[in-house]
Nanobody
């Protein structure tokens, strides 16, 4: 069992930056691939980014490529999402997730979810 706790959300102006953090507690998060999803009001939850357990592989939603960077520090059991050049359409609740299956690009299937952190981008 893994518990995921996000932090770092907030209100930022368009063009600004935020860094989200997700701390994993319980079983070692180093055994899990980690990802970020987001859900805007009235929309379905969508995948944003994922990183393999070693940190050596990543992939992103097309609309955030070049602006967002996912990283992890297994010594701290923490995964990060650095978000730059934020746009109003990035406004959503962001969720951290863990996947204990084999790494397959485009097939991140969460086994565990965090509670979410709100990101609001004002235009």
């Amino acid at each position: 069992q893994v518990q995921l706790v996000e932090s770092g959300g907030g209100l930022v102006q368009a063009g600004g930056s935020l860094r989200l953090s997700c701390a994993a507690m319980g079983r070692s998060s180093g055994n899990y691939h980690m990802g970020w999803f987001r859900q805007a009001p009235g929309k379905e939850r969508e995948f944003v980014a994922a990183i393999s357990w070693s940190g050596g592989n990543t992939y992103y939603l097309d609309s955030v490529k070049g602006r967002f960077t996912i990283s992890r520090d297994n010594a701290k059991n923490t995964v990060y999402l650095q978000m730059n050049s934020l746009k109003s359409e990035d406004t959503a609740t962001y969720y951290c997730a863990a996947d204990e299956r084999s790494w397959v690009v485009g097939n991140f299937l969460p086994d565990y979810w965090g509670q979410g952190t709100q990101v609001t981008v004002s235009s």
